[in-house]
T-cell receptor, first 111, second 118 residues
């Protein structure tokens, strides 16, 4: 069983839709939770970073962490074609330690 | 400020040959990480340097892989001899994080080296 499970999609939505991306995990030691965005032929780029449980908002993006359920989410409001990319959840047990990634969800936002 | 750079961007070699990948981290970043993504799988951790020391090499698949970071600046990852299953995209990341605290642990990724072993 993988430590982090993420539906690879692909997910296709119309412009302006609310997008919900999710990951589940099995290791209760994870404390640091991240969402990375990766465009084709580029490296992953950090989008959101959350420590422990709770919500964090940054513009159109909201990250949620529920450690009791071992479940994290990323919401994208008013999605744009430029949001089309692969979204990767990642988590770590130690600050500065190795990241454990989900498989990534490929998102396409249609104009 | 320049980001993490990796060279080459793409390498095609035959089984049994040797390949060396290079990573230049962001200037001043003590931490350097190597990750790999094999086709259809998730990105997986290989190892972590703090300056020139290997902090964690638990992800290195076998002794055909050798990583070095002489002088604590750039790093190389050598695969010798390469096998078919080594094909994938190798990512390097760096972070400023220090155990003394007060610094971000955000890992900044390079564009990756796409390795194809025929």
């Amino acid at each position: 069983q993988k430590e982090v499970e993420q539906d690879p999609g692909p997910l296709s939505v119309p412009e302006g839709a609310i997008v919900s991306l999710n990951c589940t995990y099995s290791n209760s030691a994870f404390q640091y939770f991240m969402w990375y965005r990766q465009y084709s032929r580029k490296g992953p780029e950090l989008l959101m970073y959350t420590y422990s449980s709770g919500n964090k908002e940054d513009g159109r993006f909201t990250a949620q962490v529920d450690k009791s359920s071992k479940y994290i989410s990323l919401f994208i409001r008013d999605s744009q074609p430029s949001d089309s990319a692969t979204y990767l959840c990642a988590m770590s047990a130690l600050r500065g330690g190795k990241l454990i990634f989900g498989q990534g969800t490929e998102l396409s936002v249609k104009p | 400020e320049a980001g993490v750079t990796q060279f080459p961007s793409h390498s095609v070699i035959e089984k049994g040959q040797t390949v060396t990948l290079r990573c230049d981290p962001i200037s001043g970043h003590d931490n350097l990480y190597w990750y790999r993504r094999v086709m259809g799988k998730e990105i997986k951790f290989l190892l972590h340097f703090v300056k020139e020391s290997k902090q964690d090499e638990s992800g290195m698949p076998n002794n055909r892989f050798l990583a070095e970071r002489t002088g604590g600046t750039y790093s190389t990852l050598k695969v010798q001899p390469a096998e078919l299953e080594d094909s994938g995209v190798y990512f390097c990341a760096s972070s400023l994080h220090r155990l003394a605290g007060g610094s971000t642990d955000t890992q900044y990724f390079g564009p990756g080296t796409r390795l194809t072993v025929l």
